[in-house]
C-alpha cells in the first residue's frame, strides 16, 4: 500500500517529520494485519470487536511528532488490566476522541475468505489513510468528499509498495505563485513524475510536438485534447529544482500513462515513458516486485518537495479548550 504523503495542499504528518512517519506506518499497518489475520484464522473475529476499543488502529498511528506531546498522548490512551472509571476532568481530550473514533476499522466476522478479509481491511485503511495524511493531532484539513472515490488515488495507495511515497495533485508555492501538478511517486530507486490521458476504452491517443494530441475511438468523433508533454515536463521541472537546490540525487523520470487505451507517437522524446495498455502491465509489475526498502535519498527527497507544498488547515479547537491552552487574547470577548 503505498503512502499518502501530500494529498492536494492538505496538512500532512509527513511535512513534520518525514524520517518517522514511513517506517511507522508500515510497521503499525502490519501488526494491524496480522491481529485480524490471526483472529479470523481463529475464528474470533466476532469476539475480537465485541471488546471494548479492539477495532481501533493502534494508538501509535495517532501520535505527534513532539516528543513531549507523544509521551502525554501516550499516558491519555494508556488502558490498564484493572481500568476504573475514569474520574471526573480526567476525559481524553475531545479532539482525540474523535479522532480515534475516525479510524475504528468496522470488520465484518462474515467475511467468507482471507482474500475478503485483506480486501476489506484494504478499503477501510484507505480511508482512514486519506484522514491521516491530512491531519495532525494539533491540526486538520477537510478534504473533499470526491477524493475518498477517486479511482486513481485508490489505485496508487492500494497497488503499489509500501516504500512508494505518493504526492496526489500537490501545490506547489513557486515565487508566491500556486502551481498544481498530478502526481509525483518516489520509489526506493526513483523519482516519477506521471501524468494520465485516459477515456473511452481502447481510446487512442495520437502524439505530436504540437499544442494538442488528438484522442480517436471507433464510436466518437475525433477530439483534441492538451499535450500532456507540457503537464509532465512542468512536473519534471519543478522536482529537478528543488533536488538540486537540496542536494538529492534520485533520478528523476516521467511517464505518460493510458492504463485503457493505446498512445501513437512513433518520435516521441527519448526521456519520456509512453505507458499505454501494451507497456503499462509490464511497468506496473515491475514496481510491484521491487523489494528495496525506504532509502535516505528516497526520504531527502520528499523532504525537498514537501518543504514547498502549500499546505491549508485549521487548529483544532477542541484540543486547546481540552488542554486549556487557549490564550486570553485568544477567547471570544
Known amino acids: 500500500m503505498g503512502q499518502l504523503i501530500k494529498l492536494q495542499d492538505y496538512i500532512s504528518r509527513y511535512e513534520q517529520d518525514i ?20 483472529a479470523y484464522l481463529a475464528g474470533e473475529l466476532e469476539q475480537l470487536y465485541s471488546r471494548p476499543a479492539a477495532g481501533n488502529l493502534e494508538e501509535d498511528w495517532m501520535l505527534d511528532e513532539k516528543t513531549g506531546l507523544k509521551e502525554r498522548v501516550k499516558g491519555i490512551f494508556k488502558r490498564s488490566e484493572k481500568k476504573e472509571p475514569e474520574a471526573q476532568g480526567q476525559e481524553r481530550p475531545t479532539a482525540m476522541v474523535q479522532e480515534e473514533n475516525l479510524f475504528s476499522l468496522q470488520i465484518s466476522s462474515s467475511v467468507n475468505s482471507l482474500e475478503e478479509l485483506k480486501q476489506t481491511f484494504l478499503n ?21 468528499q470526491p477524493f475518498f472515490l477517486d479511482e486513481k488515488l485508490r489505485f496508487f495507495l492500494q497497488r503499489f509498495p509500501d516504500t512508494f511515497l505518493l504526492l496526489y495533485k500537490p501545490i506547489f508555492l513557486l515565487k508566491n505563485a500556486p502551481v498544481e501538478v498530478e502526481v509525483i511517486l518516489l520509489s526506493p530507486t526513483d523519482a516519477w513524475c506521471i501524468t494520465f490521458i485516459e477515456g473511452e476504452e481502447d481510446a487512442a491517443f495520437v502524439g505530436s510536438s504540437e499544442r494538442f494530441w488528438v484522442k480517436r475511438h471507433h464510436q466518437h468523433r475525433d477530439k483534441k485534447i492538451l499535450n500532456p508533454l507540457l503537464a509532465v515536463n512542468r512536473m519534471e521541472k519543478i522536482v529537478a529544482q528543488l533536488f538540486s537546490l537540496y542536494d538529492v540525487t534520485l533520478p528523476i523520470k516521467k511517464a505518460i500513462v493510458s492504463r485503457n487505451g493505446y498512445i501513437d507517437y512513433p518520435l516521441a522524446p527519448f526521456d519520456v515513458m509512453l505507458l499505454d495498455k501494451r507497456k503499462f502491465p509490464e511497468w506496473f509489475q515491475k514496481m510491484r516486485d521491487l523489494s528495496t526498502p525506504l532509502k535516505h535519498q528516497q526520504l531527502k527527497a520528499a523532504q525537498a518537495l514537501l518543504e514547498y507544498c502549500q499546505t491549508t488547515s485549521s487548529r483544532r479547537l477542541e484540543w486547546d479548550v481540552d488542554q486549556g491552552v487557549i490564550d486570553e487574547d485568544d477567547q471570544i470577548q
Not at 524520517?19 to 490471526?38: D, G, H
Request: no cysteine.
Open 124 to 144: 477501510q485503511l484507505l480511508r482512514f489513510q486519506i484522514k491521516w495524511g491530512s491531519s495532525t493531532i494539533h491540526e486538520k484539513s477537510f478534504v473533499d
Open 19 to 38: 524520517y518517522r512517519y514511513p517506517t511507522q506506518f508500515v510497521r503499525l499497518k502490519q501488526q494491524q494485519w496480522e491481529k485480524l489475520k490471526a
